[in-house]
């Protein structure tokens, strides 16, 4: 995938972020110009558009000529991903190490360079798992979004690429977890203190929260 195409994909993802987790648009809703929507977003008018033909295809927008561009939806089916995962094939052991190694540098790098709006988007995105897990629901999907929305908040463009790959990890490590009481409640303690870290921008502390974050899931796969 080419440099402006990760660049549409990733609006595309932050623009339904803001309609399925922040609510800040609904069914019926009208978003702002492209002027204003590309200027919030720091992107240009043309990644801008692209984002939303990707939107426009998933049935999440249309563009009403003369009107501008509203939601039709505002809800992603679960089993539908804007970007396909990575066919890589590796061991569990040698995807989480990736995690220890690239993931609490990148919440450093977020509490630091994420914007107010990233880092509330992580906020919705870690609310809706702990929802997710009171409700006994499937929660990979969302848990996706929150490591790959910490990404996103570090500017780091090689850091979003990377992230497909860990997906891997990320499923494996919920799938591990469904069936222990005390990671549940690990992975909602861990994920209270990523965020409130994040929340306070102690880049230390967020990194710090995620690297215990990531030691915890690695325990449950020492012990499958």
């Known amino acids: 995938m080419n440099q402006e195409k990760m660049l549409s994909q990733n609006a595309a993802e932050t623009i339904l972020s803001m309609i399925t987790v922040e609510k800040r648009f609904s069914t019926g809703d009208r978003l702002p110009n492209e002027t204003e ?5 720091n992107i240009s008018r043309t990644t801008l558009r692209e984002a ?22 505002d809800t992603l089916p679960q089993s539908t991903e804007l970007k396909s995962l990575a066919t890589v094939k590796v061991n569990a052991r040698d995807l989480y190490e990736m995690r220890l190694i690239f993931e609490p540098e990148a919440a450093y790098l977020a ?28 929660r990979t999907s969302d848990e996706h979004a929150f ?5 996103q908040a570090t ?27 005390k990671a549940i409640q690990d992975t909602v303690t861990d994920h209270r203190l990523i965020m409130e870290f994040l929340e ?19 325990k449950e796969l020492d012990m499958e």
């Not at 929507?37 to 977003?41: C, D, F, G, T």
């Open 37 to 41: 929507l590309a200027e919030e977003l």
């Open 52 to 73: 939303i033909k990707i939107l426009i295809a998933y049935g999440i927008l249309e563009i009403q000529r003369g009107r501008g561009t509203y939601v039709i939806r």
């Open 111 to 138: 509490a630091v360079r994420g914007t107010d709006a990233e880092i509330r988007r992580i906020m919705g995105y870690g609310k809706r798992i702990e929802e997710e897990i009171q409700n006994g629901q499937d």
């Open 147 to 151: 490591h790959k929305s910490i990404a």
């Open 155 to 181: 500017h780091n463009e090689f850091m979003n690429q990377l992230m497909p790959i860990l997906y891997q990890a990320i499923a494996k490590g919920v799938c591990l977890a469904s069936g222990s009481g």
């Open 200 to 218: 306070q921008r102690n880049a230390e502390g967020a990194r710090n929260a995620m690297k215990i974050h990531i030691m915890h899931a690695m």
